[in-house]
Every structure is written in structure tokens, then in C-alpha cells.
């Protein structure tokens, strides 16, 4: 699907794309109606300041510009290529670029992989010579690129908006999605750093654009549109740097479309791109500590309340409203959002007594009253911000008859200006409020319609300051015996994916450091009894033979052994029985294993991603976790964090931190086991699919053990 | 808290209170910032077409209309009376337009409960006038009224703003929210048929107003907004009606502030109001099939589309778009929001590819690429909208450079009005789509910004449709042995709320047709061998002793007895464990009970809510439940259909509908178990709570067993 020849190739420097010095527009129009009018017209309509050479082989002048024939008739090398003329000829057209010396390109073009075979070699051949001369391309198929920054005022797409400018980059992998976006910023007063649509991804991709945007110092949020990612563990590198970085974290609110199957499957016949499930992007952005969204409009509100404030230090927030229904609907709100009421001290209610009127509420939500006006505004927004236990504020408004709206606005942007902590507007309704709103705007305050939004904006930025304050863990290296695995695995060259005998298995989970009961294979009665006294009682027992597939069904399996005797007598029945009900399977003798003692029970499992290779699973055993599909993902390898993490984020997390008086779960046991399956499956390819189910856990500091397991190789 | 006061007292007519012929204004003032002079100023300047009088004793003259000095002073009698003056004289003045032959009063006034025991006091004799007169009274503490019908034409509220006329009635127990919205309406375009602030509903509450809307013609959706529910059961049953209504349903939509812990507290420093548990709420909406919603943007949203589209016969959606991605998302939010894509017919998608560009998709969603014009989205909608497999249908629209946005408005509006299927619009941006909204918005199509908004509304109209088509129940009475009941809970007559003994409970269970095992008590070791014969093996055997809290764990319960002789010498022994161990407790026997054989263990309750009375609750026995919270209550008396809502509500369903191959539960018998248990609390009052722990649950047509319960009396 040509994606294999995109993935990131290691940096690639973009100055040229997004600062380039001279563009050439190759492809360049004089039909109003085309694309190749847009682009060059849009250029200049911006303001681009550098050195712009329309090429044209039909045309001569361009407006009011010398139109050049062919690249090789531009006197000078350019920067950047921007490229609209029909796909089967893109090719050839890049190379000349590339020859001429350009340091990078634009295809706009449509018609590659989205229409046909022969596009997609097309794209093919795209990638190889960008690969040849080092020259990122972007695209193909795509609206272009922007750069909003002052410094460039530069259009390098078919969209006659130019946005203002701002510290939000957005990158789309919907060229259409752009043009609605830039009219709603429009609308909004929304301003962008860059603005990026990458088309096909047959060159660039998130992950290089991403890594631009690390060190952009003129993006201060990324904001995300995609449909599928490349690279996932590339993504998770890069995403994870820019969003945990302490001194210049930036925040990534994505949407990736697809989420369902049906949207999945609308997805692959609009771009074929390739879906990794999504509970595996889920899994991408958690470790890439990106937020992810579902709605455009939610994707702004929040990126906007970034853009423009402070994180909060917690999550116990202020409100200060002069009604009282909204004040409740933003409480609700903000709980729901994971945010707290704060608790205001004894001397800010005390001096906000003094400057209130008597029905004034004290107590969080400060309620100012219905006819409060900016100077009663101002007094309680001072008074509370100076509150130690205020992390953040959220100030409503309600158009009612004394209310100064702009006086108040002008207000709150003062009170912003001189706190540390985010202030967030909820200036209620649409038309009265709109002279507050401009002055809002203008001084960059985050302002919302009503109170659910304003709250969720603000519980965005603590979840979002919860994961850059985290603890930072690596990825633990444990001494395991991996010979000892190698040996196993190397035993079972198979022609087909096949299962781990039971007592393989085991020793490879022994050799990773996993708590395996005592075990031993009989190959006989005699043997049976030996071991059985070795491993010590009570016992399970188990037949181990590939052909043999429902064990426990044809009386396979004895658990509850109490003595070598029983053992014994135990393999001869088991031997017997599956002999007469499969008769011709091939027994390879009798696992004998010490019986775990009683605990609570949970599921580690591994699966090969097609596309983002091997993925941890976490749950609860038993049939509720399977009626609930109670799961979590990740990708590996994975840190010490997100090890736990895997086990907190299941909903019947609960459980193992016990209920009716029953103490916690070993939960450093349950996150080293998955540390290790993540070793496991990161140093052996070969194993393709883990399931250890269940390993039963016991109470802190006691541990757990591997009850049973299945290994599957390739 | 003086709610009890204002418990809905049967039908009041609420003309006179919509519709005045004549209205005194009680407190008119000349000075502009008075809230006096803004109803007077606001009732003419919306033009009110009936008579005003103006009423106040030191004012001759106001706004070019005789001022009376008092209500005796008016020459004829009047309809209604709006009130503003201060709350300590308004009980007075509320008498004297009783007497002068008032018909319905508004009071603004504020200074009631929300300040203080005085205005409580003062607020009880509104009350008391209100019923003494037969007069309604909306209010105090409110913003008004407006009927915004072009025949009244009426804005009896101390908002400047008067919305347009439309189908949506609002009603709200926060006057500033009020304000808000209205100033939200202006900006939206949205008209209203009723605006009402409720105030501190000492008299009117919503449930009188519902019982008008409910016959109002010019009301087909009604929005509210509330902080507390007066009368839960007469909300249902009001509520309930008009939702359900197959003539003329009329959904409503609802915020029900409060509905976290700090929310409710927020809410009640605010009016002071009774808070049910927010569950309990859940529970009332669920069984009144009205939306509940938790944000005001949503509500409207939706509300638009309610007022404006028919509803669709399923959920089946075809997506017409102008660009992939947003496809895509629309695709995803559909199945979110409880849609499926529409699979279309082999012809529809032959009549598409006729009109359609060779590389547009004819699927669902079809995409009619980015160069479409009025044409081929005219084309394509019609042929769409005559696919049988499509209930509705979303059209999407991306400001591309080829796009003609005001003549595709108008093939939208022109479609719509041909079509009986709800046609949703998704006009993306703000700006430059401006053009095609303002046609939309003129021709009452629904209309959003992006597709998450666009597939929510539509998602909730089919929720909607899915309980105006659901087959309609009955509360069922069951023939019970009732006076069998009753004389055991005679006998407890007990100074202080007490656990009925074991073996009393299950005689009640049994005299109202619960599934209860064969069980007796036993007072003596050879009764204990007798009845353990009779009930039959296994038994299980239960010291019954109101003194012995915890009986498992003094050794007062044995299990699994299977013969006469073990029953025997279970009772003495249980006897004499206890005695030792709990020196002093009477003991009034030992239960004996055949022992339920395994199933599904589902847990039944009733608790009283101090607010709404008896409220049942379903949910799955185990720790899991536990862990999740994952119950279902419903307020009692239940119809069969909210039976059976109960169990398919929670989210481990899944477990009794089956997994790994078992058979599906005998969900009838359950919900018979929860009808019983509801017409058990119903009938009889004494009982303060039930807990059936477990209901013991079989496969489909085998039934249940109470395996334990208790029974509270006060």
C-alpha cells in the first residue's frame, strides 16, 4: 500500500518547506478556476516575501511575474517546489527539482493512490526520488501549506484564507477538513503558526512534521487531524518528547477518525490508507501522552484555553458567576471533568464579605449576584485569585440589565494578566455579550458560550499538567536467561504458526523471570510420582500433546493431587483416556504443576499489531471483563509507568484495590510480569502471540504465579 | 422547606397566566433602571395587544398610560397580575387581585426562601393565597413570562430581549439563565412559543406547565432547565404523556442541574431546593422518555432538530458529502450516537454513478468530491432520499473553491421540503458558509458545524423514536395474598425502624408470588428433622435471632445438608454456637430452606427516597457490581416495559444475556420479580427497604429462586 516506503526515514530538515527563501510554482495558471491559479495568486495575496517563479511551459507572464518555461529556465536555484500539474508527470517534474537543487516540494496534485494502481506506483516513484535527493516532499494530494508567522506571511495552498497568525499549528490528513477549518478560525478569531495538509503521506508524515514542530518556537500547541498513523512507535517517540518536555512542553489534541468499523471501513475506501485497530490508537496517544478527541469544535475550544494559559498547579478550581444556576451547571461540570471545587480560606470569604453584597454567596461558586457590575467583578476575581487553594479560575457571565459586559471583560483581562493561574471566560449567549467577547479575543482569553464547555476546557489542561508533572521511568532492562528461550523457540522451527508445548512455555516464562510454580514433565508413572514430590502438593495435571486441542474435554486435565500415589494412578488414567478419545495424537507426556493458591485472577496477553507490531493486553480475568471488554492496551516497549498505568486503567481497577475490606493486589508483581512480557516479545520476534491467563495475584508484597499460558510462534 | 406546600394540586388553568386580555402591572416604575419600569417597557414594547395597567400609588402617569394608585383603583377586573414590589407586601397585594377577580399572577419579586426564614414565611402565604383564590402564581424570585406567539406577542419579563416566534417551549429555574439563552437565541436564530421562569415555584412548578404545553398547539419541543423536581410522580405521568404521545408527541429535553455531589451543593446555597439523588433523577427522566442532557449548547442543538425535522422511522443514515474525511467522522459520530450506516440499494448506486465523477464514491458515504456544485448535490440527494433502505439523511458541506454554498442551501432546503425523512445539514466553517446557513436558517432546516454535532442531533431523534414506537404496558396487579402481608407486618410494631426475622420476610415474598424455596422454621432439633424432609435436600440452615447481626460469622449458618439425621444435629449445634457466642440473644428458631441450585445471581432493592418515595433498583450479584456501580433504578409503580428497561440497562447485560454459549437468563421472571417487588412497597408502606440478595436466575423458562433477602419496616 506504499505506506512501507513512508515510513519516517530519520530526520529530515524542513526549514526549506516551511521557510523557504524562493518558491517555484510549477504547474502555475492563468485560468481563474484552477489550482494552479490559487496557489500562485494566494502567494502573493498573503504577502510571501521571498522569490516566486510561476513555471509554465504555455505561458509567459503570470500576474504581473516573468513565467518561466521550465525549471531549468529559472536563473537561480529555489528552496521549496510547489507542484500542480497532472500526477503522471509529477515524477519526472520532481526530479528536475531535485537536479535544479530544490530543497524540498509541495505535490498538490490529485490522483495517485486514492485513484488507481497506476497512482499509486506513481506515489512510488515520488517517494523513491525524494528519498534520491534528500528532498521532503509533501503530499501528494493535498491543499498545501501555510506559514502564518509574520516573518513569512506565506500561502502555499489553494485556499484563499489566509489565517492569522497564532501559536497553534494543526496538521490534516484531510485536505477538505482544511478549508471548513480555516473558515471556522475565521469565524472564531483563531490564530495558527503553521498549517499543514499532508495528503498521501508518501514522503512526510506526522512524525516528521511533528518533529519540526518540536522545535518550532513559534508553535506552542499542535492540534491534529489524522486517519491513520504511519509509524506508531515513531509517533509515540516524538509526541511523548514534545508533550512531556518540562520547559517547553507542547500539547497534542488529536482526532483520528476511523474510531468505529463502519468509520473505518468509509476511511479505507476514501484513502485506503492502513487501520490498525483502534484500541491500539487509543494505546498510541495514551503513551504518547496525547489527548484525543472526537470533535472538531471540542479540539478548539481546547486547544484555544492551551494556546492562551497557563497550566493549572492541580485541579481545584474557582468559579466566580453573578447567577447561580450557571455557577451549579459549571460545578457539575467541572467534577465531571475531573477538576475539584476549591475550598476557599476563612480570610477570602472574609474578604469577599466585605465587598459583596449580603445575598452574595461566599462559598465556591462565588456568586457575585445579578447586578453586580465590573468593579464588583474585579474585587472578588482579586480576592480569590490570591486564594492558595485556587488553582484555576472559570468567570461567568449572564447578559442581565446592570451587567457592563466590555467593562467586565476589560476586567478579566486585567485579573489574567496579573495572575499566575489560568482564567478561564464563560461569557453566556451570543449577541449582547459580543462586545465583552471582542475584548476577550483580543487580549487572548479563552471564552466559551456556556459553562460545560468552559470546564472541560480547563480539566483538559489538568489532565494534560497530570501527565508532564508524572514521574519519569524507563524502560527496565531485566537479566533474564534469553539463551535458554532462544534454544526453545529455535527447537519449534515449524512451517506453521503453532503453540508452545504447555512445559515450553513455561520454561521460557521461567527463563524471563516470571513466577512459575514449580513444574516437571513425566514421561512415566514412575516419573509422574518423582515429580510430584519434587513440585510439592497440591498438583495439576495436564496432557501435553499438540493434537490434543480441548484438554480439559476429553478428561486431559486432574487438578487437586494430594499425593505421589494419586500421581501416579493420575497419569495412567490421563495417558488411557486421551489415548482411547484421540487416539493417533502424539503424547509427549504429562505436566505435572504445583496448583497456584487462590487469588485474584488477571489476563496478560501479547498480539502482533500488523501494522505497530507487538501489543500488551491487560485485564481482569472471569466473564465479566469479557462481557465488558474491560481491557487495556499498549504498545511495547513499555516503561515502568505505563506498566501500572495498563493495570489503573481498567474500569474494575476497583477490584484490585480491593473492595469489602480485602487488601490491594500485588500491583508491582502485575507491572513487572508485563515489563517482562514486553522484554519477552521485544528480544523474540518469533513469538507472535502471549497469553498468560490467568496469572493469579495475591495481596501486596505476597506476589503472584503463572497458572496457565499459551505461546504462539511464527 | 415549603415544597410540600407546593406539590401539584391537580390541573390549574393556565390561560389567563398566556393569554391575558388585560394585564396589571403591580409596581410599575418611571425609573429606568427599576425592574418596574423594564416589565412595563417590555410588555409595550413587544407590543402586547390587550390592556395594561399600570399600578402605582405615588405615580399618575407612565409611559402615556394612566398609572392607578392601587389595584382597587383599576376600573375593571383583569386577567393577570405581574408583581413587583417588595416581598414583604406582596402577599397583601396578592390578596387584593384575588379579590378584584384575578385569574393567574407573576411574581418577580425576589426575597423569599432564597434570602432568609422570614421570606420562607412569606412564600408559604403566596402559596396559601394562591390556592385560596384558585389563582396560579408563577414565580417569586423569577425573570417572567413571554408568550412570543405572534397573536400575544407578550414579554412579561424584565429581559429586553424578545425572541422570534417558534415551536420551542423553554422553561428554566435560573432566571439568569434566562437571559443567557435568550441573548443565545437571538444569535442562533431561535424562535420560541413559551419562555417561563419558573422562580422559587411556591405555586406553578413545571408540572403545571407541562399539563399546558402539553395542549399548547404552538408547542411541538419543549427545553428545561431545573434544579430539583417538585413531584417526581407527576412529572412521569405528565411527562410520560407527551412524550409518548402518538398523536402529537412533543420530546423534551432537559438539564437537571446538580448532578454531582458538589453540584448539589452548590445548588442548594443557591435556592435552598430538595435534591434528590442524582440517580433518582436518571430514573425519572428514563421513565418520562424525556432526553436528559448536560449542557445547554446540546440542548438547543438538538432541540433545533426536534422542532424541525420529522423523525426518522430507524436508525439507517446516508451521508452526502463533498469531502472524505468529515465522511468519515460523520460515520464514526453516527454509530456513536446509536446510528448505522445505510447499506444502499444496487440501483441507488447505479442512479449514482450516472450522475457522479468516475473517482466519487458511491457507498455510503457518498462522496461527491470536492469540486461538487448545486447540481450533483442536487443529484445525489434525491436519489439518496429515494433509497428505502434510508431513514435520514446528513449532507455535508466543505467550503471548497468550486462550491457554490447558497444555491447548495438551496437544493438542501428544496430536498427537505420533498422528502418525509429528516435531512440534518453540516455546513462546515463559519465565514464563508455563512451565506448557505442564513438559507438553511430561513428555511428551518437543522443545520451544524461539524459532523459529531450533526450525527448527535439525529442519534437523538431515533432515541427519541425508539420510545414513541415501544410497545406500551401496563402496571400489572398481581393477585397477591395481600391480608397475609399485612397481618405479619401488623405484628412487628416495632418503636423503631427493625429487619423483619428471615422466615417472616419469605412468607411475605411468598404471599406476593415470588419464587420462593420450600422453607420452615424450626424450634426444636426433631422439628428440624421434620421440616428439612419436607422442604427436601440439600438445605440450607439459618439461626433466626434479631440479636445475631452477623450470622455467618458466629457459625449460626450451615450449608449443604443432606439428610434428616445431619439436619438434626445442625440445629444443635448451631444452638448451641450461638448461645455461647452471643450469650443473651433470643433465639426464635433455626430457618430451614431448600438450598437454590446455581445460576445467575441478580440483586433486587427497594429504597424509599425521602423526595420521590419507593425507587427500586436491578443489578448483577458479585464483587464486580460492587466495584463498577452498575445498577438500574426505576421509581415504583413500574409497568412491565420498564421491568424489563431495568435489566437491559445495566452494563453487564451482556452476563445474563449470555456468554461462551450459555443460554440467555429468564429475563421474563425477573422482571416479574421487580413488578411483584414494586407492587409489594407500593401496597404496603411500612415497608422502608428491601434487598433480595440474591435473586438466583435460570436459564430462559426455568425460573428464579430468592436465595436471601431482608425486609425493613419503620
Known sequence: MGSKAAVSKGQKKLNALFEPESIAVIGASRRKEAVGFAILHNLIAAGYKGKIYPVNPKVDELEGMRCYHSVDEIPAAFDLAVIIIPSSVVPEMLRQCGEKGAQAAIVISAGFREVSKEGAKLEQEVSKIADEYGMPVLGPNCLGMINASSKMSMNASFSATMPKEGNIAFLSQSGALCTAILDYAKGENIGFSKFISLGNKVDLNEVDILRYLK????????????????????????AREMTGDLENGKPILAIKAGRTAQGAKAAQSHTGSLMGSDKVYDAIFAQAGVLRLDSVAEMFDLGIAFANEPLPKSNRVAIVTNAGGPGIMATDACVRY?????????????????????????????????????????????IVAQDPNVDGIIVILTPQAMTDIKEIADVVVQIDKQTDIPLIACFMGIVDVTPGVKVLEENFVPHYRFPEETARALGAMYRYQQWMKRP??????????????TKILKQMKQPEPSVLPIHDAMAIFEAYGFPVLPYGLAHHEGEAREISQKVGFPIAMKIVSNQVVHKFDVGGVRLNINSPEEAAKAYCEIVQIVSSKSPGALIEGVLIQRMAQKGREVILGMNRDPHFGPTLMFGLGGIYVEALKDVTFRLAPIRELTARHMIKMIRAYPILKGIRGEKPADFAKIAECLERLSQLVCENPQISEVDINPLMVYEVGLGAAVVDARIVID
Do not use: C, S, W
Request: proline content about 5%; overall charge negative.
Open 215 to 238: 522545535e518550532d518556537p513559534e508553535t506552542d500547541v499542535v492540534l491534529m487531524y489524522i486517519e491513520d498513523l504511519v509509524d506508531g512507535r515513531a509517533f509515540i517517540d516524538v
Open 338 to 382: 475531573g477538576l475539584e471545587m476549591a475550598e476557599l480560606e476563612q480570610t477570602t470569604r472574609e474578604a469577599l464579605a466585605k465587598v459583596l453584597p449580603p445575598t452574595a454567596n461566599l462559598n465556591n461558586p462565588v456568586d457575585v449576584i445579578g447586578d453586580a457590575q465590573h468593579d464588583r467583578y474585579e474585587q472578588a476575581l482579586k
Open 472 to 485: 519519569r521511568t524507563d524502560v527496565v532492562h531485566f537479566k533474564v536467561e534469553k539463551d535458554r528461550a
